[in-house]
């Protein structure tokens, strides 16, 4: 692992990438890195799962410096009629006939990277949805697509308990975000997100939104006006900014840290050629 892991930096580092973003806080990897970046998680929980959300949330107060479980009383607002429409994309055509209004929403957000790309996305479902059912949602407006949240259903374990979860499409440490049109009311979105995964009755486990999330902070505005019960959690992830040459980013790491990595590829070595094919 300390090898092929080594290999893919240095063949990062001929890339024009300046940040390294290793997910989640493995104690291994903060050897890499003494930089981090702010991440945070929302689980939201359904009426009915009273009891999990207080083991849960004090499992997960163990794990992480900061913790906070929400479940405040909703405060009424008379809403105005919306003329916005939410529709569910759960099949691999509905996801395919996204392709060029998801890359147009993208373009107007840039900072949200690669890994919401529409390209990335839809090749990772292609490999890994075996097991797991999308849960695409868009809202339109006047026959344009103002907005996407790229869930999926999954399976996991709540308190040891086998449940149905709802999250971002991909793996958790790719994190996820909400994509907007820059002309749309966000609140209003993410209010209709919401009441319709709420109406759903699942575990929502939304994961790693890097610091500062405008989705992150526009949902949890809403599910406290809207009384809806959730835990949230910060974390810090070790980056690597990168400057100057694989060579110069060796040696800013230490003796030992170069020791490790020189003796495991001199052992790696004696069974044959050790080389990165790309």
Request: proline share 2%; charged share 25%; hydrophobic share 40%.
């Given at each position: 692992g300390?090898?092929?892991?080594?290999?893919?930096?240095?063949?990062?580092?001929?890339?024009?990438?300046?940040?390294?973003d290793f997910g989640f806080n493995a104690a291994y990897k903060k050897r890499w890195s003494s930089q981090?970046?702010?991440?945070?998680?929302?689980?939201?929980?359904?009426?009915?799962?009273?009891?999990?959300?207080?083991?849960?949330?004090?499992?997960?107060?163990?794990?992480?410096?900061?913790?906070?479980?929400?479940?405040a009383a909703a405060v009424d607002h008379e809403k105005?009629?919306?003329?916005?429409?939410?529709?569910?994309?759960?099949?691999?055509?509905?996801?395919?006939?996204?392709?060029?209004?998801?890359?147009?929403?993208?373009?107007?957000?840039?900072?949200?990277?690669?890994?919401?790309?529409?390209?990335?996305?839809?090749?990772?479902?292609?490999?890994?949805?075996?097991?797991?059912?999308?849960l695409i949602l868009k809202l339109v407006d006047n026959k344009k697509v103002v907005c996407i949240a790229p869930l999926m259903v999954y399976h996991t374990t709540v308190s040891r308990i086998p449940v149905k979860a709802i999250g971002f499409v991909g793996n958790h440490w790719m994190g996820g975000e909400f994509i907007f049109d820059s002309n749309v009311n966000k609140e209003e979105c993410a209010g209709i997100i919401m009441e319709h995964l709420i109406q759903l009755k699942k575990l929502v486990i939304l994961s790693y939104f890097r610091q500062p999330s405008i989705t992150q902070k526009i949902l949890t505005q809403e599910m406290d006006r809207m009384g809806i019960q959730y835990i949230y959690t910060e974390r810090p992830v070790p980056i690597i900014k990168k400057a100057g040459s694989w060579e110069n980013y060796l040696k800013s790491r230490?003796?030992?840290?170069?020791?490790?990595?020189?003796?495991?590829?001199?052992?790696?070595?004696?069974?044959?050629?050790?080389?990165?094919?790309?």
């Open positions: 300390l090898i092929l892991h080594n290999l893919l930096m240095e063949e990062l580092f001929k890339d024009k990438i300046k940040t390294f981090t970046l702010l991440t945070s998680d929302v689980v939201i929980f359904p009426k009915g799962l009273k009891g999990g959300v207080i083991e849960f949330g004090q499992r997960i107060k163990k794990m992480v410096k900061q913790s906070n479980m929400n479940c105005p009629k919306s003329t916005l429409v939410l529709e569910v994309v759960n099949t691999l055509e509905g996801f395919h006939q996204l392709k060029n209004e998801w890359s147009e929403l993208l373009n107007q957000s840039a900072s949200l990277g690669p890994f919401m790309s529409f390209e990335w996305l839809f090749s990772w479902w292609q490999g890994y949805y075996e097991g797991r059912d999308l230490g003796n030992k840290f170069r020791y490790e990595y020189k003796t495991a590829l001199k052992m790696a070595g004696k069974s044959g050629k050790i080389e990165l094919v790309t």
